[in-house]
């Protein structure tokens, strides 16, 4: 059975670092593409990055970009998420989300996946 696993989520300062790790199970993840999300309370899931199938291409929501990188590391069957400048308003559930073969980037931070993780809280805060 398919299953993501979100992990490495935490308190953080501003100004802090975190990173987050979504390890699959079930499947090996060389053939799937990959998204992260976050939702704040009050908030609708907002698509954070994905990567592609081969890991060659990305894309970030401008509200994170140049502070995050997604990668992949395909021997672990893990994907990233390295996050920097922590910012108050990153505070969230992360999740990340997987679909087989690649995806539309003009797409890619919709919810158009086929699996999500429960996701792993990060709390911003001084």
């Known amino acids: 059975q398919l299953q993501l696993v979100e992990s490495g989520g935490g308190l953080a300062q501003p100004g802090g670092s975190l990173r987050l790790s979504c390890t699959a199970s079930g499947f090996n993840l060389d053939t799937y593409a990959f998204g992260w999300f976050r939702q704040a309370p009050g908030n609708e899931r907002e698509g954070v990055s994905c990567?592609?199938?081969?890991?060659?291409?990305?894309k970030y929501a401008d509200s994170v970009k140049g502070r995050f990188t997604v990668s992949r590391d395909n021997a672990k069957n893990t994907v990233y998420l390295e996050m920097h400048s922590l910012k108050p308003e990153d505070t969230a559930v992360y999740f990340c989300?997987?679909?087989?073969?690649?995806?539309?980037?003009?797409?890619?931070?919709?919810?158009?996946?086929?699996?999500y993780g429960q996701g792993t809280q990060v709390t911003v805060s001084s």
């Open positions: 989300a997987t679909v087989e073969h690649d995806i539309d980037f003009d797409v890619c931070l919709r919810p158009k996946y086929d699996y």
């Open positions: 990567l592609s199938e081969n890991g060659a291409r990305s």
